[in-house]
């Protein structure tokens, strides 16, 4: 069974749980954003798109301001790649899969987020963080995700952060928890408050995790 952010994000509808992804609040501005960092990214011109929207064009500019060297030519960065992973639980299979925007050094993948959002954390990330460590097979201490939280009325931010073991084995507990219950109870209403769900308490308190602010 292929399960992606998207049906995570059901998942937790369906059972009432109301947990702060931190993420942006317009997804169609955030399919743009992307849109052009393609683009950008493939050498094709942007500017038509940054003359129309005035918010657009200030995103931009913040991702070009905290990331000036993404875009070079000889940067190796895969946008929007899909990355797989099978996740057994009570012997089904499942197929986790999330996009990435990933840029790698030495062979080691760093992940990549820009949109309107906070810079902290949320579960979405270690969703993806734990999936692009399983695919690739890596410690987790290789790997880290670098966020640009851009806001159009608002300094943007630059975070990056670490993963540890211990996170990537909750996040999987995690996961195993979310496919489960869903399994059992795919329109299960059973309410779980934010501070009780194991994941949540983890984001809550990342003191484990190494954050470094530019």
Do not use: C
Request: no cysteine.
């Amino acid at each position: 069974m292929l399960i992606t952010i998207s049906d995570l994000h059901r998942i937790q509808s369906d059972r009432n749980q109301h947990i702060p992804s931190y993420t942006h609040h317009n997804p169609h501005l955030q399919e743009q954003l992307q849109r052009v960092i393609q683009q950008w990214h493939l050498g094709l011109p942007i500017q038509p798109f940054l003359d129309a929207d005035p918010v657009l064009d200030e995103l931009i500019y913040q991702v070009q301001t905290l990331l000036p060297n993404l875009f070079k030519p000889n940067k190796k960065l895969y946008l929007h790649k899909p990355i797989y992973t099978i996740l057994n639980v009570e012997d089904m299979a499942h197929t986790i899969q999330v996009d990435a925007n990933l840029g790698f050094r030495h062979g080691i993948p760093k992940l990549f987020e820009w949109e309107v959002r906070s810079p902290k954390l949320n579960w979405s990330d270690l969703v993806k963080l734990w999936t692009v460590t399983q695919h690739f097979a890596i410690a987790p201490s290789d790997v880290k995700l670098i966020v640009v939280a851009l806001h159009p009325d608002q300094i943007a931010q630059k975070m990056t952060h670490g993963w540890t073991d211990d996170l990537h084995q909750q996040t999987q507990e995690w996961l195993m928890m979310q496919l489960s219950v869903n399994e059992k109870h795919p329109q299960s209403a059973v309410v779980h408050e934010p501070e009780v769900d194991p994941l949540w308490a983890t984001i809550t308190n990342l003191e484990a995790i190494a954050e470094v602010m530019i």
